[in-house]
């Protein structure tokens, strides 16, 4: 199921988002004219990885809290202290509108 989060307008290059979507925290990141989701709280402790640096061209994101950087297209973990890979979900565009799919529903 497709769940609109953002216009494609409001989201800057390099931004990340966080958005609520069926109970699941999401971070939602715009690298050039590429949109992807992972959720959005660090596998290493609790922090908000919308709140840490994005590196738009590598398409990164690292955490606020202690560091661990993360890739945004598959989730992996690029640097420690974080060791689990972040959940991903599908992103498409829509008429301008930027829609996750949180794949609850196949
Ligand atoms: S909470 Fe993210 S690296 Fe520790």
């Excluded at 402790?45 to 919308?50: P, S």
């Excluded at 972040?86 to 996750?100: A, D, N, S």
Aim: proline fraction near 4%; charged fraction near 25%.
């Amino acid at each position: 199921m497709w769940h609109t989060v953002a216009r494609v307008a409001d989201l800057r290059d390099g931004e990340g988002r966080s958005v609520l979507v069926g109970g699941v925290e999401v971070g939602v990141y715009r690298c050039g004219e590429e949109f992807f989701a992972v959720e959005n709280v660090c596998t290493h402790a609790h922090a908000y990885l919308h709140e840490g640096s994005v590196d738009r061209v590598r398409c990164t994101v690292e955490c606020p809290l202690h560091g661990a950087e993360f890739d945004l297209r598959s989730g992996a973990v690029l640097s420690p202290p974080a060791e689990e890979p972040l959940r991903t979900f599908r992103v498409r565009v829509v008429h301008g509108e930027v829609q996750v799919d949180l794949g609850e529903d196949g």
